[in-house]
């Protein structure tokens, strides 16, 4: 196991406080605000953690306010309801008594009914692509930010990276998926480390059909919700390809849709977000 992925797990593993509530560690590192994937990760342990049976299908959720990388986050947990085929927690994260971000999450029991799903996009394998920081030193020589700070996703693109200077300007982006370490065998762990993942790209497809970049001084870029429905159990350590689109951005908002594909073809989990995609020189509304 990566040092990368062995601190992501660290993160996972939260500290009871009291009953319903848990405290998350934190990454004290250099950037301003902390990652969503991260918040949004913890906020699901914490509802699992609460849950006796059942596995998490869907979570609806909405970043408030900045993180604060240099502090850690309280979660607090409100048992909605147990039922006999489903379970209902509402969490919200708490940091400088403020909450930052709030998620409401379902868990159900396994069943069987109807079945059907798109397929997958034809697409190389991941055997045959560079990961993303071979493609990125091939193309301008250097590592970017988010490829030098403590990664554990690996990632190996098909379309052109956001960053690269081939990409079309089309509003979408597939690339390929897994952590960089083999994890233990907990449905639970591997749902919350790809609610982190998921969060790392999904904002980039907003962009990918336009010139700004979210580094550009005259953009302002945030995700102000995300939503994710786990249709299959799934594993974090094996490929999945991450199909991504934008239908729409409008308003200073943007809308991006991604699905996750294990390499069997199977659709595991989809998820929607909607980003604040601001142009700075056009509003002077500060928030």
Do not use: K
């Not at 998350?24 to 301003?32: A, K, P």
């Not at 919200?92 to 008594?97: D, E, K, T």
């Amino acid at each position: 196991m990566s040092q990368a992925l062995d601190f992501l797990l660290e993160l996972l593993d939260l500290e009871t406080i009291e009953v319903n509530i848990f405290r998350g560690r934190h990454t004290n590192n250099t950037r301003q605000r902390t990652f969503g994937g991260q918040i949004a990760a913890q906020a699901l342990m914490a509802a699992g953690r609460t849950v006796e049976r059942g596995r998490v299908h869907s979570l609806h959720s909405y970043f408030l306010r900045p993180g604060d990388s240099s502090a850690p986050t309280l979660f607090e947990v409100d048992r909605i309801r147990d039922g006999r085929s489903f379970a209902t927690r509402r969490v919200v994260a708490i940091q400088h008594g403020q909450p930052i971000y709030n998620l409401q999450a379902s868990f159900h029991s396994d069943e069987d009914s109807l079945e059907h799903q798109i397929p997958m996009p034809d697409v190389p394998s991941p055997d045959d692509l560079a990961s993303a920081r071979e493609t990125l030193a091939q193309e301008v020589g250097v590592a970017a930010d988010w490829l030098t700070w403590m990664n554990p996703i690996e990632q190996r693109y098909v379309t052109a990276a956001p960053w690269s200077h081939h990409r079309t300007h089309q509003p979408y982006q597939r690339l390929w998926i897994r952590t960089d370490g083999p994890l233990p065998d907990d449905p639970l762990l591997h749902a919350c480390v790809v609610t982190y993942a998921s969060d790392m790209n999904l904002f980039d497809t907003i962009l990918a059909n336009h010139s700004t970049r979210f580094d550009d001084p005259a953009f302002m870029g945030a995700s102000l919700d995300h939503c994710m429905w786990f249709h299959r159990d799934l594993r974090a350590d094996d490929w999945l390809l991450y199909d991504m689109d934008s239908p729409i951005a409008h308003g200073a908002r943007g809308l991006a849709r991604g699905f996750l594909f294990s390499r069997d073809g199977q659709l595991r989990v989809s998820m929607v977000q909607e980003g604040l995609a601001r142009l700075l020189e056009t509003t002077t509304d500060p928030a």
